[in-house]
Nanobody
Framework: QVQLVESGGGLVQPGGSLRLSCAVS????????MGWYRQVPGKQRDLVAT???????NYSGSVKGRFTISRDNAKTTVYLQMNSLKPEDTAVYFC???????????????WGQGTQVTVAS
């Protein structure tokens, strides 16, 4: 069974840094666009950043210049380096991936379980 396994969340002070990781577990043919979203209680899940298989990135305006998304295609892992963190970055961060899976190779959308990021002094 294919899953996205996230790690790296936690508590950090304002101005600090965290690195999130998300690895594909299970057998797949390929990982297409991968990305990160975040959600606070009572609000919708919002885009943070995405990266295509060829490395084209897209960021929300609120994180551009502070966060960097990257991926390791060989390991089908996506990372989110978060610098200069602010209290308003506090949220549950979810990994997302468009994966082609056996047996027919159809593309399907997968989500991780979410990891809490808290920015507070």
């Amino acid at each position: 069974q294919v899953q996205l396994v996230e790690s790296g969340g936690g508590l950090v002070q304002p101005g600090g840094s965290l690195r999130l990781s998300c690895a594909v577990s299970g057998s797949i043919f390929s990982a297409n666009t991968m990305g990160w979203y975040r959600q606070v209680p009572g609000k919708q899940r919002d885009l943070v950043a995405t990266i295509t298989r060829s490395g084209v990135t897209n960021y929300s305006g609120s994180v551009k210049g502070r966060f960097t998304i990257s991926r390791d295609n060989a390991k089908t892992t996506v990372y989110l380096q978060m610098n200069s963190l602010k209290p308003e970055d506090t949220a549950v961060y979810f990994c997302n991936a468009d994966l082609r899976t056996p047996p027919f190779g159809y593309s399907e959308d997968y989500w991780g379980q979410g990891t809490q990021v808290t920015v507070a002094s």
